[in-house]
């Protein structure tokens, strides 16, 4: 067995996004390092205009950073066309989202197989049919396949939306805000079922701004001004709760002024 060391899935080397709004510049991410080995948990954490929206849409490969390095699981992203960078998405990101963005008049199943139709060499009808079912009953709502969602609670359609992305069968979970449209107890049941998916190797990374939803996180990154200004693990949790706190104190004062 090999002993070289595995590349992290995520690497970003002084990354940078810069947004031109009329004759203002503005810094969203200000020279970012960062390194997410596979099999993580993360926490990305801020204030308003921390930069931790646009970090999470450069790494979904959802926005493109003005300098820096990006590389997904070893591959320089800068450098895909359109055709390689969709390709890449797919194969190895999946989406959460904190409006769920489930379509209406489509049932559960359906929702599941919409990124399917996307995927290269194509899936058949019969292979993201099950699928479809395989991740639903991942989630607990193998009996719910034929509902839309307006016949689903608030948790029950985010689970539907976690298993539209684990359908794809990705290396990693991109999820902003997923609880933030959910009461304590069904944020306690998705952050659990969160936990579920990471023990069973996916890497997981989450932008919240509720310090009791990052708790169940094994690492949390915190972000102020566009820079990284924590990042801690378990055994050194105190200081990332003072540096949120910090930061609360500081947006509180900014709000007041």
């Given amino acids: 067995m090999s002993n070289a060391p595995r590349t992290p899935v995520i690497q970003l080397r002084e990354l940078a996004k810069t947004y031109q709004t009329g004759e203002v510049e503005v810094k969203a991410?200000?020279?970012?390092?960062?390194?997410?080995?596979?099999?993580?948990?993360?926490?990305?954490?801020?204030?308003?205009?921390?930069?931790?929206?646009?970090?999470?849409?450069?790494?979904?490969?959802?926005d493109q950073r003005t300098s820096g390095d990006y590389l997904l699981d070893g591959v320089a992203v800068a450098g895909l066309n359109r055709k390689e960078l969709a390709k890449l998405r797919n194969k190895k990101l999946g989406f959460v989202f904190q409006n769920f963005n489930l379509l209406a008049r489509t049932s559960a199943?359906?929702?599941?197989?919409?990124?399917?139709?996307?995927?290269?060499?194509?899936?058949?009808?019969?292979?993201?049919?099950?699928?479809?079912?395989?991740?639903?009953?991942?989630?607990?709502?193998?009996?719910?396949g034929d509902h839309f969602p307006s016949q689903l609670s608030g948790g029950q359609q985010q689970r539907v939306a976690i298993a539209r992305a684990l359908v794809s069968r990705p290396e990693v979970l991109l999820a902003d805000e997923p609880t933030g449209n959910l009461d304590t107890r069904t944020s306690i049941e998705i952050m659990g079922l969160f936990q579920e998916l990471n023990e069973s190797g996916i890497?997981?990374?989450?932008?919240?701004?509720?310090?009791?939803?990052?708790?169940?996180?094994?690492?949390?990154?915190?972000?102020?001004?566009?820079?990284?200004?924590?990042?801690?693990?378990?055994?050194?949790?105190?200081?990332?709760?003072?540096?949120?706190?910090?930061?609360?104190?500081?947006?509180?004062?900014?709000?007041?002024?």
């Fill in 29 to 62: 991410v200000c020279g970012v390092t960062l390194e997410i080995q596979r099999g993580e948990f993360v926490a990305v954490m801020g204030a308003s205009g921390s930069g931790k929206s646009t970090l999470m849409n450069t790494l979904g490969c959802l």
């Fill in 203 to 257: 890497t997981v990374v989450m932008v919240t701004h509720e310090l009791d939803i990052a708790a169940y996180c094994k690492r949390i990154v915190v972000m102020r001004d566009g820079q990284v200004t924590s990042d801690t693990r378990p055994d050194d949790r105190r200081s990332a709760r003072e540096e949120i706190a910090r930061l609360n104190q500081v947006e509180a004062k900014a709000s007041l002024a």
């Fill in 109 to 144: 199943l359906e929702n599941i197989e919409l990124p399917l139709f996307y995927s290269q060499p194509l899936v058949t009808l019969r292979d993201r049919r099950e699928r479809a079912v395989q991740a639903l009953e991942k989630v607990g709502l193998g009996k719910r």
